[in-house]
């Protein structure tokens, strides 16, 4: 199912942080963000999450500017994703590495994002909880 034409995707994974920003310091929470959600989007939203915070942790530990995370991220969804793509966790030759990273973001959410999608996720490092 995709989304309505006036919901952006990025708006049920922004709606979660700020209800979880509010419960966290004790805020009340913005009627409009009270809104029910439907369970594909809160689906979705927590998936898109996950592949973001991926793709954050990548960045900053790997000192990775978008550009060239974006490539990365190309390169190992043509290559090794391909044949890792099935796996329920990540293989251990990855441990530590960037593919890590890149194959967390890609079992989370499966599409090859690029470098102004990145950049957008990069500019956000606050911590959605």
Not at 11 to 27: D, F, M, S
Not at 63 to 85: F, G, H, M, V
């Amino acid at each position: 199912m995709t989304l309505p034409a006036r919901i952006s995707s990025a708006e049920p994974a922004a709606r979660l942080r700020r209800i979880a920003a509010c419960v966290r310091e004790g805020r009340p929470i913005d009627p409009a963000d009270a809104m029910p959600f439907f369970p594909e989007h809160v689906q979705r939203a927590i998936l898109i999450e996950e592949r973001d915070e991926a793709i954050r942790t990548a960045a900053t530990t790997f000192n990775l500017p978008a550009p060239a995370l974006a490539i990365e991220l190309q390169r190992y969804a043509a290559s090794s994703w391909l044949r890792e793509r099935t796996l329920d966790v990540c293989p251990d030759r990855h441990a530590g590495r960037l593919q890590e990273h890149l194959w967390r973001a890609l079992h989370a959410h499966p599409h090859v994002i690029g470098q102004r999608q990145i950049r957008r996720i990069i500019s956000d490092m606050t911590p959605p909880f």
